[in-house]
């Protein structure tokens, strides 16, 4: 069972249901931290770290003793990640996909593909839990290929913390589970946002439902689009000032609001009816 | 011309809300929603649409079944998994062509398709540029780089002096398209651990790339405590806080009504410091323009 908590809008409180789910749950899972952009689940898990592994995509290394500059790499990379200056060829770091059509296009044989690291993955332990998260390098735009390699930390429940957004990384990260909690805030914001991430969910055709976190009680916009949507409405958490002050130093929502802990106990039992 | 990002690290900080009660004081701006996955500026807007124009972003695949001898070759080649079983996933597809360049049949073709939409907005305040990435879309850093192209040229065609961009959270393909080249960049965080945590990452990012960055903390007193951590950790990286801006419930009402925070409340304590701010980063902005010397923040 691959739970993935995701959200469209940023800093709805993915992190913190996630967290509070597999809290609450108290079983050995696996957690994994896919917003490796800003990874923040470590800050209210507290995991014993052991192991780093960097993340390698492949990188064109351009052979200049061969390369007579015929330009066939640079006409051919769809990422503009090749150029040509004066009699060398180089490759434009940030550009750079590591398609490996340079080396394909490559009359020569001038072009062979190497590794460039982008990132690291981090692996640990947080009381019966793996856990492992990732982070990408400063100034590398790439987050897909550490998602990717994180999502191979498969097992048998597994709860995803994702990136926010709808496009590759978030998409990446939902991809495959058997079921997305979309966590959602009730603001015309967060709407807007949520209607996005349940069209990436059909899509994938992974079911979801939807958790609406900082409830003022009057979620009219929120319940109204999950109804026209046909999407259930799983839980409410209310708005409380003490959770905004818990938080501010990693506390968990379960600290302030210990009800919550068997409301998510039961949350899980109706998604394993709703999985895929 | 003077660039400004609004960026985070870390969502839902408050950026759009900043964006827009700034905007609310200026009246020769250029606004720039580059959040294209979730672009929520345009709703507090009210504006009167301009353009709308197609995003073509990126070419996929396709494999014509009559062509296709099954040799396998474009799987063996495709980098991304984006085809299996000789079937094209156009989620994954990335448009790279390696699969055309092998196909010994020509079974394969490359098409570009309409992944978003760009529009441009009159507000009272100047034009906005915001666009639609269609969910579950690659390439965002993409569209990002030509929503930020037409604000400037917007900006020089309508005579507007500062082009002001809404960022999306993060660090990655579209974080970087929208800091690259801009005069300055102003983080918003929050007093939390996770705040601080990526407000560092954001910082690194500006050193990167060596852009001038400052900062506001948004709801400070939620925990003044951490507020003062993090202002400490940002005189440790030399980069200056400009803005406390105070927890004020009048910011929720004025995002459920979708109007600039300064347009419903023009007195709370919250608007009154985002105007502050505003004032602040103009006169340095001003300050640059007379002396031809970068924004000394750091």
């Not at chain 1, 978030?170 to 966590?183: M, P």
């Not at chain 1, 501010?248 to 802990?261: C, H, I, N, Q, S």
């Not at chain 2, 839902?12 to 580059?34: E, F, N, Q, R």
């Not at chain 2, 410091?273 to 323009?289: G, N």
Request: net charge negative; proline share 6%.
């Amino acid at each position: 069972m691959i739970v993935a908590v995701a959200s469209g809008k940023g800093g709805t409180g993915k992190t913190s249901v996630a967290c509070a789910l597999a809290l609450a749950l108290d079983r050995p899972l696996t957690f994994i931290d896919c917003d490796v952009e800003g990874a923040n689940a470590h800050l209210f898990l507290r995991p014993l770290m052991t192991f780093n592994e960097e993340v390698l995509i492949p990188y064109p290394f351009v052979d200049l003793s061969s390369c007579d500059l015929c330009g066939k790499c640079v006409e051919e990379c769809h990422f503009g990640a090749m150029l040509r200056l004066g009699k060398k060829v180089k490759v434009m770091q940030n550009l750079c996909h590591g398609c490996g059509v340079c080396r394909l296009v490559c009359p020569k044989r001038a072009v062979s593909m190497t590794g460039r690291a982008v990132g690291t993955i981090h692996k640990g332990v947080a009381g019966i839990m793996r856990f492992f998260c990732g982070e990408l390098m400063t100034g590398e735009a790439l987050s897909v290929p550490i998602i990717k390699r994180l999502k191979k930390e498969m097992d048998d429940l597994v709860i995803i913390d994702c990136p926010p957004g709808t496009s590759c990384p978030a998409v990446e990260s939902v991809e495959g589970s058997d079921f997305a909690l979309l966590v959602t805030e009730p603001t015309p914001f967060g709407v807007h946002d949520l209607e996005g991430m349940i069209t990436v969910c059909r899509r994938l055709e992974v079911p979801c439902g939807v958790v609406i976190n900082r409830s003022f009680g009057d979620d009219l916009d929120v319940e109204s689009l999950c109804a026209a949507e046909g999407v259930p409405v799983l839980l409410k958490i209310p708005f409380d000032r003490k959770v905004a002050e818990a938080y501010a130093k990693g506390g968990t929502l379960l600290e302030v609001m210990p009800d919550l802990e068997e409301q998510l106990d039961e949350m899980f039992l109706e998604i394993r009816g709703l999985r895929r | 011309m003077i660039r400004i990002a609004v960026m985070s690290g870390k969502g839902g900080t408050g950026k759009t809300t900043a964006v827009a009660s700034m905007a609310w004081y200026s009246d020769s701006l250029v606004l720039a929603d580059c959040d294209v996955d979730a672009a929520n500026l345009a709703l507090t807007a009210n504006g009167r649409p301009r353009t709308k124009d197609d995003y073509l972003g990126a070419y996929t695949a396709s494999i014509d079944p009559q062509l296709c001898t099954e040799c396998g070759k474009c799987e063996d080649n495709c980098h991304f998994e984006a085809i299996t079983d000789l079937k094209v996933n156009a989620i994954h597809c990335e448009g790279c062509g390696a699969c055309r360049l092998v196909c010994p049949t020509g079974a394969v073709s490359m098409s570009l398709k309409k992944s978003g939409e760009i529009f441009v907005l009159d507000t009272a305040h100047g034009p906005m540029v915001y666009a639609d990435l269609f969910p579950g879309e690659s390439n965002s850093g993409k569209l990002v780089t030509i929503v930020r192209r037409l604000a400037e040229d917007l900006a020089k065609s309508d005579g507007m002096d500062i082009v002001l961009i809404d960022g999306p959270p993060g660090t990655g393909c579209p974080a970087i398209a929208s800091v690259t080249g801009v005069d300055l960049i102003l983080a918003i965080t929050e007093p939390s651990l996770s705040g601080e945590h990526d407000l560092m990452r954001l910082i690194e990012l500006a050193r990167h790339f060596s852009i001038p960055i400052c900062v506001a903390i948004n709801k400070w007193d939620l925990h003044p405590g951490m507020s003062e951590e993090i202002e400490e950790s940002c005189r440790r990286q030399g980069v200056i806080t400009v803005g406390r801006v105070p927890y004020d419930p009048n910011v929720m009402g004025s995002i459920k009504a979708m109007r600039p925070l300064p347009s419903m409340f023009p007195e709370s304590p919250a608007a009154l410091e985002f105007h502050r701010i505003w004032k602040e980063l103009r006169s340095r902005s001003k300050e640059r323009v007379g002396s031809g010397l970068s924004l000394e923040f750091d």
